[in-house]
């Protein structure tokens, strides 16, 4: 073939966009407020033939912006991918709707057919889905086989709008004679609590070709987690069932288990940081032990385990031989009980899919607390008010589960500062210590209603540095349930107040130490920094906002957090929110 050809040819296939018709703008940081400075971005759209996929993620766009953009996609009917998170970082929530809106009309005119939407990290709340509403039901996702939300602060109304579009999809799409099959669906981070997952397995049990569920802490407990496992026996071909720090408690453990027995596709299980209980984990080992035969991944760790139901989980999977993890740590094993596990593993040939049991809690030989009495307590507890939901925005990024909320010590507690006239038993003054060195949301609420004064006499409220130490590890474990949440930040405000009341504290040193801590700022000491900043930003979030709090810091935390650093890459709504929060005071 003459080169002259070949140059024809190669032209012929650029002008078409033969290589998977995707266009990229991913994480290019790029700021666009108006038409004019989305000018580059609808030029390629506009110049890409049979537009597949498009990646506009790591950007944050305007509404103007977004009208714009919008025309240009006005007539790409081949359009089938939309990967849009992380889409307005920076922006005021009352700004995304109308963007969406203008995004999405664009798709329902072009009469594109989409398999794939991420409008993950994009905290839009409940107006965000309202937004997305029409879409969602509309021709345009009768196709759609993945959705993406993850940490949208959907809230409880957000979820049960998503529920109702998704049901009318289905119900439009069947009358069609094709109806939706969403295989994939991501909803962490987006407090949804039990009457959004109600919702949601109402809408799960219609449609019935799901294959991934992921719906990591959401302030679920049993009649939430009751409700979805009802809705999984009508999906058979579940895969992966993603379910990390929610409330289980046994009977939700127990409902889980059940439907595990009717599923034989299942390949991952995370009930991590469910509080299954022994009661729980035993009936899921029987569920394991007589199917599940594609088992890969099984995570029950931090659930409150003892030795002899993390045995029977082991021993549930002797035949399991696909399987390449199991994961039981930080339960209640006790050094036998660890050493016990270990040696069955070996015996199955199975100890390299064994995880770490280096943070395990107890001696293996608690009694539990009743089930049914921590279940009441919990309805009553982790109720929270729909307003609530749908004022607030959650912190951001791809949630990493209790790894990373389980921050290591930073220094040890130094001496004692007591309160006259209270006497603390020393059982309580051992939790508070074992606390700070291991810190979780169950031992904060151990604590009881003192955990305060507990942690105070922990701290020498004179020394900046244990100041920062003690309230970061009560911010690393903050979660959005009711009674976390209330906890976290009870402790963070009676902490700071009694030690910036304290005569002589040094409030330069302890921003300049908060900053080292959170890796924001650079230390010439070997530190080991805060691994996952959502926690910590939403606390100071919360702090900033009270009289106590010297209004002279902010500046300087203000001006840290408008700096580019990778600590943030996980937590980019939490910065946001934050941010959004100190202008306003």
């Not at 991944?297 to 993390?310: H, M, P, T, V, Y």
């Not at 035949?319 to 593993?345: A, R, V």
Request: aromatic residues 6%; glycine residues 8%.
């Amino acid at each position: 073939m003459a080169s002259e050809d070949i140059s024809q040819l190669a032209d012929s296939l650029a002008k078409t966009q033969v290589g998977g018709g995707e266009l990229s703008f991913k994480g290019r940081a790029l700021k666009l407020d108006t038409a004019e400075a989305a000018a580059e971005i609808i030029e390629e759209i506009e110049g890409f033939e049979q537009l597949q996929a498009l990646r506009l993620e790591g950007n944050t766009i305007g509404v103007e912006a977004a009208k714009a953009i919008a025309k240009s996609l006005a007539n790409k009917k081949e359009l089938q991918k939309c990967y849009w998170s992380d889409m307005f970082t920076g922006r005021l929530r009352s700004e995304i709707p109308s963007a969406l809106i203008s995004l999405g009309n664009a798709l329902m005119t072009a009469g594109a057919q989409l398999t794939q939407l991420d409008l993950s990290d994009n905290a839009f709340g409940p107006d965000g889905v309202r937004s997305i509403e029409t879409l969602l039901k509309s021709r345009v996702c009768f196709t759609l086989q993945e959705l993406r939300l993850n940490n949208c602060g959907m809230g409880i109304g957000g979820g049960q709008i998503l529920a109702a579009a998704l049901s009318e999809c289905h119900r439009l799409s069947s009358a069609q004679g094709k109806p939706m099959a969403l295989k994939v669906f991501i909803a962490g981070r987006n407090r949804l609590e039990n009457e959004g997952a109600i919702a949601l397995a109402d809408a799960f049990k219609s449609i019935g070709t799901l294959e991934e569920v992921h719906m990591t802490q959401n302030g679920i407990n049993h009649p939430g987690i009751t409700a979805l496992a009802k809705a999984f026996t009508e999906n058979q071909h579940l895969r992966v069932i993603n379910l990390n720090d929610n409330t289980f408690t046994g009977q939700g453990a127990i409902a889980m288990a059940e439907t595990l027995k009717t599923l034989h596709n299942i390949e991952v299980i995370n009930f991590g940081d469910c509080l299954v209980r022994s009661e729980g984990a035993i009936a899921i080992a029987e569920a394991v032990k007589f199917g599940l035969q594609k088992l890969k991944e099984l995570n029950l760790s931090f659930g409150e385990i003892q030795k002899d139901a993390a045995i029977a989980v082991a021993e549930a999977v002797e035949q399991k031989f696909l399987l390449e993890k199991l994961d039981l740590n930080g339960n209640c094993l006790g050094e036998e009980g660890c050493d016990q596990l270990k040696e069955i593993m070996d015996s199955f040939n199975k100890r390299d899919v064994l995880g770490s049991l280096s943070d395990d809690e107890s001696d293996g030989e608690e009694e539990e607390d009743d089930d049914d009495d921590d279940e009441d307590e919990e309805d009553d507890d982790e109720e929270l008010d729909d307003d609530e939901d749908d004022d607030e925005e959650v912190g951001g990024g791809e949630e990493e589960e209790r790894e990373q909320e389980k921050v290591s010590p930073i220094g040890s507690p130094q001496r004692i500062v007591e309160p006259p006239l209270i006497t603390i038993p020393i059982t309580s003054s051992s939790e508070a210590a074992m606390f700070l060195a291991f810190p979780s949301p169950d031992k904060l609420l151990k604590l009881g209603s003192k955990r305060s004064l507990l942690l105070l006499q922990q701290t020498d409220l004179s020394n900046a540095e244990k100041v920062v130490q003690t309230f970061l590890k009560v911010a690393a474990v903050y979660k959005e349930d009711q009674e976390t949440k209330a906890a976290v930040l009870e402790t963070a405000d009676e902490l700071l107040q009694k030690a910036f009341k304290t005569p002589g504290f040094q409030f330069n040193m302890f921003v300049t130490t908060l900053l080292v801590y959170m890796g924001l700022l650079k230390s010439e000491d070997k530190i080991k920094v805060i691994s996952n900043l959502i926690g910590p930003l939403t606390v100071i979030r919360h702090v900033i906002q009270k009289d106590y709090f010297p209004r002279s810091m902010i500046p300087i935390l203000s001006a840290f957090l408008h700096k580019q650093n990778r600590a943030f890459d996980t937590c980019q709504n939490a910065k946001f929110t934050l941010l959004e929060t100190m202008q306003n005071l």
